[in-house]
Every structure is written in C-alpha cells, then in structure tokens.
C-alpha cells in the first residue's frame, strides 16, 4: 500500500493490529492518508499493512445495497501508548480524515478500529473493549489480517484463519487497476 515501515526506534510496548474501512470519497487514498498520519506518531511503528479489500456496507440490520461499498485493510503495529493513548491518536487521524459520528454504522470517510492490542482481554471501560466486540465474526477484518499475520490468534476466539473460514460477509480483493475479485477465506484470489 505504499506505507515504508520506519527504522527501528520503539524498544517497549505492545503489538496491535488496527483495521481500516472507508466507503466515501476517495477509499483507497483515504487509507494510504490515514496509513500515514500514523506512522508520523512518534508512538507507533507501522510494521505491515494488507492489500485491500472491498465489501459491501454493514448496517444494523444487515448488508445495505444502497450504502456505497466499503474498503478495507489491516495494519499490524507496536506502539508504547497503552490502549486509551493509541484510541486517542487513532481518533485524531479519523477527525483530520473528516470523520463524522452522528449515526451508528454510518457511512465515513475513515473509521480505524483497534482490533487487538497485546493480546489484551478487557471491557471495563466504556471507551475501548479489547479485543474488538465484532471482529471475530466480520471477513473485513479477519481475511486482512491474515495478510500481516497468516498465524494470527484472535484472544478468547481462536486462529484468524478458521474464524476467516467461516465469516459470513462477502468480500473481495481490490485492485485500484482492475474490478474487485473474490477472495478466498485465506486472503488469497480465488
């Protein structure tokens, strides 16, 4: 996706795994812009970032034909903010990405998700619960990842991979040159 991972300059802290949606306006730029605000902040190493990924709109009730389709990504990390830092820079890029929140899975210009952190199991607090309450179930989600982390462990949910396998929601491998292409549950064209 064009993001340069940055020398070697974070000594502690925690592997994260940040999930990337965007379904206005220019979706593939959007993310490569969010991609880079992040790896400006001196509290985080971008480390490897998925191809993209297109699906179509969630809302509560389900897929939405008429809400625009959204694409997707998956960043791998390690930050030494801790959860409550990491949202709070994560909330920033969104805002300076024109991030609007009036309407539960409304459609947005960016929305970043901290979808793992450390390996952390935590819902104490109303701000962040980790990991993240969807991901399990949502192919947006797991099929990226599996691009930064084919041997990646969701805590309390199991292997990435076989909840990959049977997430519902349709998606497909996006080439800014060509049409989406269906992926396989493995994060490979199929």
């Known amino acids: 996706?064009?993001?340069?991972?940055?020398?070697?300059?974070?000594?502690v802290g925690a592997q994260a795994v940040l999930a990337f949606g965007s379904n206005l306006g220019d979706r593939a730029a959007?993310?490569?812009?969010?991609?880079r605000l992040l790896g400006e902040d001196a509290?985080?190493?971008?480390?490897?970032?998925?191809?993209?990924y297109e699906t179509p709109a969630l809302k509560p009730d389900g897929i939405s034909d008429e809400a625009p389709a959204y694409l997707n990504a998956v960043a791998r990390i390690h930050t030494i903010l801790d959860p409550l830092a990491l949202l709070g820079a994560v909330n920033r890029v969104e805002d300076a990405l024109g991030r609007v929140r009036e309407e539960r899975w409304g459609d947005?210009?960016?929305?970043?998700?901290?979808?793992?952190?450390?390996?952390?199991?935590?819902?104490?607090?109303?701000?962040?619960?980790?990991p993240h309450p969807r991901a399990h179930e949502?192919?947006?989600?797991?099929?990226?990842?599996?691009d930064v982390d084919p041997g990646a462990v969701l805590p309390g949910y199991g292997p990435v991979a076989a909840l990959a396998a049977t997430a519902a929601d349709p998606i497909a491998l996006?080439?800014?040159g060509e049409h989406a292409r269906p992926a396989d549950r493995e994060g490979e064209p199929s």
């Open 138 to 146: 949502r192919a947006f989600v797991l099929v990226p990842w599996l």
């Open 30 to 35: 959007t993310i490569r812009e969010a991609l």
């Open 43 to 52: 509290g985080l190493r971008i480390e490897a970032v998925s191809r993209l």
């Open 108 to 130: 947005r210009t960016i929305d970043i998700d901290i979808v793992d952190y450390g390996g952390i199991v935590a819902d104490d607090d109303p701000r962040i619960v980790l």
């Open 174 to 176: 996006y080439d800014e």
């Open 1 to 11: 996706m064009g993001v340069t991972p940055r020398p070697e300059r974070l000594r």
